[in-house]
């Protein structure tokens, strides 16, 4: 069974950083790409952050480079998105994604997504 668990949302004020963290289970997790969204109220869900099996590929969504960094720990099944310098336009729901991927798993799944506020 895949599960994707998130935690280390929060409230935080503008400046501030925090670290998310995916806890992922049931599929092999080397294998695989993970992805980062989010989802502001009101807005399509949208990209953020991604890496690939390894961990040595990476890419960010504009509003997030230089911000935000996207790691894993392959050896823990966890993924990780370090989110510094925080703005409010940075509040949303912030949600963990493991993509359908050939012979690995046969649709996306989803976290249950943690939450972000950034306000002072």
């Known amino acids: 069974q895949v599960q994707l668990v998130e935690s280390g949302g929060g409230l935080v004020q503008p400046g501030g950083s925090l670290r998310l963290s995916c806890a992922a289970s049931?599929?092999?997790?080397?294998?695989?790409?993970m992805n980062w969204y989010r989802q502001a109220p009101g807005k399509e869900r949208e990209l953020v952050a991604k890496?690939?099996?390894?961990?040595?590929?990476?890419d960010y969504a504009n509003p997030v480079k230089g911000r935000f960094a996207i790691s894993r720990d392959n050896a823990e099944n966890t993924v990780y998105l370090q989110l510094n310098n925080l703005k409010p336009d940075d509040t949303a729901v912030y949600y963990c994604?493991?993509?359908?991927?050939?012979?690995?798993?046969?649709?996306?799944?989803w976290g249950q997504g943690t939450q972000v506020t950034v306000s002072s």
């Open positions: 049931g599929f092999s997790f080397g294998s695989v790409t």
């Open positions: 994604n493991a993509p359908a991927t050939w012979q690995v798993l046969a649709v996306d799944y």
């Open positions: 890496i690939g099996p390894t961990g040595t590929a990476t």
